[in-house]
């Protein structure tokens, strides 16, 4: 028998056939009533959510061509391996947690953290702490590209953004003398940009091993995500969506905004209290000799635009 609320939250004072019924219970009755309607308790109330997001994002500095900016900050991607050179500073502290990766649940295909490494991952993180339990409803990650004809166009979603022909960002396109990772080829889209959702144990945070791991989406076809089923034209700017259209002769400083949209709603991931929520993606860097450097280049922290959005459903609290 499914649950339903009783009435004997209000008064435990029940009048049926058969029994007696007198003025002392009957008042008895309405005073619990009145009582309980004048100082409603949490059991006997609805629980009413309203929804929070927390949003963020940056633009990189405008760097569009295939060479490493060496005077410009990666920032804020850090690499995934705590041991990787510059990581860390001073003196390891004695029986210290050791976590050879900060994250778990990043494996992609043609980067290996472990010995031999080949090839590496960095990783924008940001942290946030729920005070008291929240639900977890949505979660979406927006790489801008621009569009245009361009060739200086900041956010070009490729290292290289003279190449022409079918070629299209995010992809396992082959520079000698690398190759793709095996089970793709120079036009199959990439499935590298793993993005994981998970909260840090409370007794030990600093401990990466006892995080729990609450969402993740790796080995997805990022192209698989556009923003919208219709295609910016390269060599023009126009929307032939809508009426009337959008349409504009300057198409070197306007662009359509376009771009890839990784969106989960409906989650219904429960949260506890005191939590320390982490949000990450992992950019491939891949090793450029064994397999190929695909469209990401020597720097990917600068081909795109990048936005994020947590979405939690807070109950709605008397003060």
Not at 67 to 81: G, T
Not at 98 to 114: A, D, W
């Amino acid at each position: 028998m499914a649950w339903r609320r009783h009435t004997r939250n209000l008064t435990k004072e029940v009048f049926y056939d058969g029994t007696t019924i007198d003025g002392s219970r009957l008042e008895k009755a309405v005073n619990e009533v009145v009582e309980g309607v004048n100082d409603v308790k949490k059991g006997n109330t609805k629980q009413r959510f309203v929804a929070t997001q927390y949003h963020s994002g940056f633009n990189p500095p405008n760097r569009n061509n295939a060479a490493p900016q060496p005077n410009y900050s990666k920032w804020p991607w850090l690499q995934l391996k705590n041991n990787a050179t510059s990581s860390f500073m001073g003196v390891v502290p004695e029986s210290a947690p050791t976590n050879p990766q900060r994250l778990k649940g990043t494996s992609v295909p043609g980067i290996s953290q472990q010995l031999p490494a080949l090839g590496d991952q960095y990783v924008w993180t940001r942290t946030l702490y729920f005070d008291k339990p929240v639900v977890l409803h949505g979660v979406s990650i927006f790489l801008h590209n621009d569009t245009g004809a361009n060739v200086d166009r900041p956010y070009p979603g490729q290292f290289d953004t003279s190449i022409t022909g079918p070629l299209k960002p995010y992809t396992y396109f082959a520079v000698a003398p690398g190759e793709p990772p095996q089970g793709f080829n120079a036009l199959s889209d990439t499935v590298d940009l793993p993005i994981v959702l998970d909260i840090m144990n409370p007794g030990t945070p600093e401990d990466a091993e006892m995080t729990d791991v609450e969402f993740t989406r790796t080995l997805y076809a990022i192209n698989g995500e556009p923003s919208s089923t219709y295609t910016p034209n390269a060599t023009a700017t126009g929307w032939n969506d809508f009426q009337p259209h959008y349409n504009s002769e300057d198409v070197t400083d306007v662009r359509p905004l376009h771009g890839r949209v990784v969106e989960y709603r409906g989650l219904n991931i429960p949260i506890h209290q005191r939590a320390r929520v982490r949000l990450a993606i992992a950019l491939p860097l891949y090793d450029g000799t064994v397999y190929t450097r695909a469209t990401w280049g020597a720097a990917p922290w600068y081909l795109q635009a990048w936005s994020s959005t947590i979405t939690v459903l807070e109950e709605v609290q008397t003060l």
